[in-house]
């Protein structure tokens, strides 16, 4: 690795000892070393307030027309304590770094410009937690499909009526399909929502219509004028600046930049609209951006849909061999449009949120018939390439990335630098599309392309499966035909898969020397019918996630080998469930549920702070049973209403504590063993190879280190740098954490996880306490399992084993037990870290290559005789080993 530079490129201003750079291709720490910033996004749920799943329809429409409500509670709740485990769980689980999803409608759901700045102090707050556990965080403004309610996430309700939009006929014209009224608003049923069909909408008038006007407004909508500006003005000057809000939020926070919020993702998955189609009344003939099943509607059609006239359209089915024509549906709306009527703001004003339309811009009517594309009374197609060529010029093609969705971008950057200057500028063009050129003084030496990447076959069929295709190398033209790209077994799926992130990584090259980061990747759990939640015909397969096992660790493997990729894996809900999944479009890929806890539920209860038992009395078993099946909400599928949602679980007994540190960061895991994997998390020198067997947990990583990889001295507050691996309890447990053999030994003193203000402690029973003192609640310390990645301090492992190279040796205290073998240096485990020092080649000297490979002493674990009752059995029952 380069020598680092003492000042940073972007301001100038001298390097802190926690700073992070972007150089080389690689974030690097402040002395030198490579780091691999690996985690998870949170969370999911943050699409939506709370107690807001989008299968409720009750008050969704009425109470967005009102304001909406705030999103304070997402992702976590930081008043009940429950925060606290989840974080000490993501820790556990070696994860570093966190992609934080806000959406653009929790920070401004009032109106234009009007802010909600109790969500961001609340957001701030949840921030300085995840601070407290070690975390880096960048910022990530998610959008799914525009917003809620055109079927997604994202953008606040008024931005639709600024667009001249009545939303409640949106399922009548399919112009959006909106999960609450599926698949009729009159007769709903959002259970049936089938698996992916959410992402249709992109194909539909609703998300063609706003992207193209937040994009491109300015050239293909010039009569879409509001308060004086052009609609994309207007839409971009408020989201890039409730964006900037929210960031001037987090500065003047004080304690939050750099050290822990590193950065701002663009906006999350953009879409293009109608910029560039070659013809409004055909539909591209090859699988691009949008996913063909259910009905397929081509923009001509969606045009007269959107006006209330029927269509007959194309329906698509789609299998384990990919979307097939599956006939014709004919879609009557019935003459009910999407298009605002005029007297819903009179004299051009509007009675709720005040804008003033240009008279130019008559409601009523398809913007698109307004501009002349088409007639409304004939359905006459009058300009069918209208959005293929840029306006006044000479037929020259309209290009998406580079002309609107680059320049978006760099104002963007613009207004977030302005409140952190040192942010990292994470990347993110449309999917599996290249990023442009950008201008040097952009990025400023701090930037990062954040990719995302699904196998895409397992997503949508929900199914893992023998065959598989190199989906990227077919949008990207490498085969001339489907069958090419087709990859059979799975040493041949695994091999494509690694394949296509080498290929996004070598894409960040067009940026410059950067880093790369996946920034969503992941598989769902609710495979093959929600077999492993209920079970087959014969109730067999409860709580097998093997499937699931090989699909996530099949994608994530694709990351190691020689790509040494960054990621963030979509996603870990708090609030996920078997029933509803992750409460978002019946999306399910949180890597924890708590309707997969397997600890007797009756061990939860009972307990008062202090680590005594209560009195009252604890749940029967029919109640325990009840509390499980609906936790956290209860909400029976054929009950689509507020009033149904009870909790049954919450705060700590939600967040599902153990005190045995490998139930803790198992129970509740789905696939564990899959993104519970070893990796280098500090690195001296750079990566050549890193590979986990995890049938065998076997790890094997390949270093190599040049005369320029030595560290900056006292860069670091670290009193000996040198490489870092964290090795998964989860693969590598001591066999005294499976047997009942371990016993806490932290005392009081120690067992607090605290900030530095407002300690829970000396305000016992406080409801707006920040932070839990697991101790009064007969919970051991936690980050002895995460002492490398805490930045509130750790707990020192008694006597740490440590080795020398070229010889075997035997780690058996506390947390692993694990066999080493260093091909040179010297090496020491303590908690789930292990550190490793070899000699750095002197200045002329050649470079040098390093091995190290980690087993399990005791060889791989047996999941399967791993249950609550075998935990309880082996003396792990909570109750029994209380403080």
């Known amino acids: 690795m380069p020598c680092v530079p003492t000042v940073s490129p972007a301001t100038g201003n001298p390097t802190s000892s926690h700073f992070i750079h972007t150089a080389d291709c690689n974030f690097v720490d402040n002395a030198g070393r490579t780091l691999l910033l690996r985690g998870v996004n949170l969370s999911g749920s943050s ?50 770094m966190l992609r934080f999803p806000v959406t653009w409608e929790a920070l401004e759901h009032e109106g234009p410009g009007k802010y909600d700045h109790e969500f961001m102090d609340y957001t701030v707050r949840v921030l300085r937690k995840c601070k407290e556990y070690g975390f880096r965080v960048y910022m990530d403004p998610h959008q799914d499909i525009w917003s809620r309610f055109s079927g997604g996430s994202g953008a606040p309700f008024w931005t639709l009526a600024a667009c001249g939009i009545n939303p409640r006929n949106f399922t009548a014209t399919q112009a959006a399909i909106v999960h609450c009224e599926y698949p009729l608003a009159h007769d709903s049923d959002p259970a049936s929502l089938p698996a992916m069909i959410w992402s249709t909408n992109y194909g539909r008038l609703l998300s063609q219509t706003l992207f193209t006007l937040f994009f491109a407004g300015s050239d293909f909508a010039p009569r879409c004028i509001i308060d004086g500006k052009n609609i994309q003005d207007y839409l971009q000057s408020y989201y890039i600046e409730a964006m900037g809000q929210m960031a001037d939020r987090i500065a003047a926070a004080g304690d939050l930049l750099d050290s822990c919020v590193i950065g701002w993702d663009s906006l999350n998955e953009p879409f293009e609209g109608l910029c560039g189609r070659k013809d409004l009344s055909v539909n591209p003939p090859a699988q691009g951006s949008t996913l063909r099943k259910g009905t397929y509607p081509t923009p001509l059609q969606g045009f007269r849909l959107g006006m209330g006239q029927a269509q007959t359209v194309e329906n698509w089915s789609f299998g384990a061999f990919g979307p097939t024509r599956d006939g014709s549906v004919t879609i009557d709306p019935k003459g009910r449009t999407i298009w605002a009527s005029p007297e819903d703001e009179p004299d ?171 920034g969503e990747i992941g598989t769902p759990f609710d495979m093959d019918g929600k077999r492993s939640y209920y079970g087959d015909s014969k109730g067999r397969g409860v709580g097998d996630y093997s499937a699931q096992e090989k699909a996530l660790d099949a994608s994530l493997n694709a990351a190691d080998g020689p790509n040494a990729l960054n990621y963030t894996v979509w996603t870990y809900c708090p609030d996920s469930t078997h029933e509803w999944g992750d409460g978002w479009n019946m999306e399910d890929l949180s890597l924890w549920s708590p309707d997969d806890m397997t600890t007797p539920q009756s061990s939860l209860y009972g307990i008062k702070p202090g680590g005594s038992m209560a009195t009252t009395a604890l749940p029967n078993e029919s109640e325990a049973g009840l509390m499980k099946k609906g936790a956290p909400f209860g909400v029976s599928s054929s009950a689509n209403s507020l ?87 989860v693969h590598y447990a001591d066999e005294r954490l499976l047997s009942g053999g371990h016993r806490a030994r932290q005392s009081a003193d120690t067992a607090s996880i605290s ?124 109750p029994c080993t209380v403080m």
């Not at 976590?76 to 485990?85: E, K, M, P, Q, V």
């Not at 196998?455 to 490498?478: Q, Y």
């Open 755 to 878: 900030s530095e203000e407002n300690p829970l402690n000396s305000r016992k029973g406080s409801p707006g306490a920040s932070t839990i003192n697991l101790a009064e609640v007969g919970v051991p310390v936690v980050v002895d399992m995460t002492a490398s990645t805490s930045s509130s301090g750790s707990t020192q492992v008694a006597s740490p084993v440590s080795g020398v190279g070229g010889k075997v040796e035997i780690a058996v205290k506390e947390l692993v037990d694990v066999d080493v073998k260093v091909s040179a240096g010297r090496w020491s485990v303590e908690g789930q870290v292990l550190r490793w020092w070899y000699d750095v080649p002197g200045p002329g000297e050649a470079e040098r290559e390093f091995t190290i490979e980690i087993r399990r002493r005791g060889g791989v674990i047996d999941v399967k005789s791993r249950s609550g009752a075998a935990a309880a059995a082996s003396g792990w029952c909570p």
């Open 348 to 518: 051009g004003v509007h009675p709720r949120w005040h804008w003033k339309r240009d008279p130019g811009w008559t409601l009523g009517t398809c913007i698109w018939a307004l501009h002349g594309i088409w007639d409304v009374e004939t359905g006459f197609l009058m300009l069918p390439d209208y959005f293929h060529s840029l306006p006044n010029t000479d037929n020259t093609e309209a290009e998406f990335i580079e002309d609107y969705w680059k320049p978006h971008f760099t104002a963007f950057a613009t207004r977030i630098r302005f409140a952190h200057p040192e942010s990292i500028l994470f990347v993110q063009p449309p999917v599996f599309a290249r990023p442009p050129t950008l201008e040097d003084d952009v990025l400023a030496g701090r930037g990062a392309y954040s990719g995302h990447y699904y196998d895409g076959l397992t997503l949508i069929t929900r199914h893992w499966n023998w065959f598989n295709a190199d989906a990227l190398g077919l949008l990207r033209g490498k085969y001339s035909s489907t069958l090419q790209a087709v990859k059979i077994g799975t040493g041949a799926i695994r091999k494509s898969l690694q394949e296509q992130l080498g290929i996004l990584k070598g894409d960040a090259n067009i940026l410059g020397a950067f880093p790369t980061v996946i």
């Open 643 to 729: 009033a149904t949602i009870t909790p049954r679980l919450t705060g700590l007994d939600a967040a599902g504590w153990r005190s045995n540190p490998y139930d803790f960061l198992t129970d509740g895991a789905r696939a564990p063993r899959a993104f519970c994997r070893p990796w280098p998390v500090k690195l001296v020198g750079k990566q050549k190879d890193m590979a986990f067997d995890i049938a065998k947990a076997q790890f094997k990583l390949t270093v190599v280190v040049a005369a320029h990889d030595r560290l900056r001295p006292g860069a670091v507050d670290e009193e000996d740098p040198g490489t870092e691996i964290y090795v998964p309890l």
């Open 47 to 96: 699409k939506a307030p709370v107690d807001r799943p989008s299968y409720i329809r009750e008050g969704f429409w009425e109470t967005a027309e009102s304001g909406g409500e705030s999103f304070i509670g997402r992702p976590l709740n930081i008043d009940d304590g429950s925060a606290d485990i989840h974080l000490a769980r993501l820790a556990g689980w070696g994860f570093n």
